[in-house]
């Protein structure tokens, strides 16, 4: 583990618990981790990873956006379900990214594990899309991607990470009911 490796495991756990309080302080947290995030995975040859750290950084920036329209930072922010299509599309929009992702790892890179890093990139993408929106349903797709980061990433060395997301998978359980009992 890392120094680097540290730190952005730290700041991703004061940035989830901030979002699973529905506060908008997550995202200055948010940002400094995925920044540092993309060297990690980019060092330990996780392409879809790395590359989906500047979409990471591009949504914080858009989530800090869109929550400031809701709460001027003293309150948590309303949070609501997704329609049964939003949902369909939210899964199906998964698939095809996974499908893109880890075609072109596979075809274009040494990556370490090509598929599962493309499933993780590709789903987290419309997580965070779905946590940014302030949408329920983004937690239990979170649940299901923190299990997968779990394994990918001690399977490629970087225990504190994977450590991280095991702690993030109690914390997406607990985000998940939380916003369960607020959602409109």
């Not at 920044?35 to 879809?48: E, K, T």
């Amino acid at each position: 583990m890392s120094p680097l490796e540290a730190t952005a495991a730290a700041l991703g756990l004061v940035n989830l618990v901030l979002i699973a309080r529905r506060t908008i302080w997550n995202y200055p947290f948010g940002i400094a981790m995925v920044c540092l995030y993309f060297v990690v995975f980019w060092q330990a040859r996780l392409y879809s990873a790395a590359g989906l750290q500047l979409f990471f950084l591009a949504s914080q920036l858009y989530g800090w956006w869109y929550w400031r329209k809701v709460t001027d930072g003293s309150s948590p922010v309303p949070v609501r379900r997704l329609a049964t299509s939003g949902r369909l599309v939210a899964l199906g929009a998964g698939m095809v990214i996974t499908v893109g992702l880890g075609l072109v790892m596979t075809r274009l890179t040494d990556a370490a594990a090509p598929w599962w890093d493309a499933g993780n990139a590709g789903f987290s993408m419309v997580a965070q899309i779905l946590t940014d929106r302030r949408h329920v349903e983004s937690w239990p797709l979170w649940i299901g991607i923190n299990i997968l980061s779990v394994w990918l990433y001690a399977s490629q060395g970087l225990l504190a990470t994977a450590g991280l997301y095991a702690v993030f998978l109690c914390i997406a359980a607990w985000g998940w009911d939380s916003w369960r009992r607020v959602a409109a």
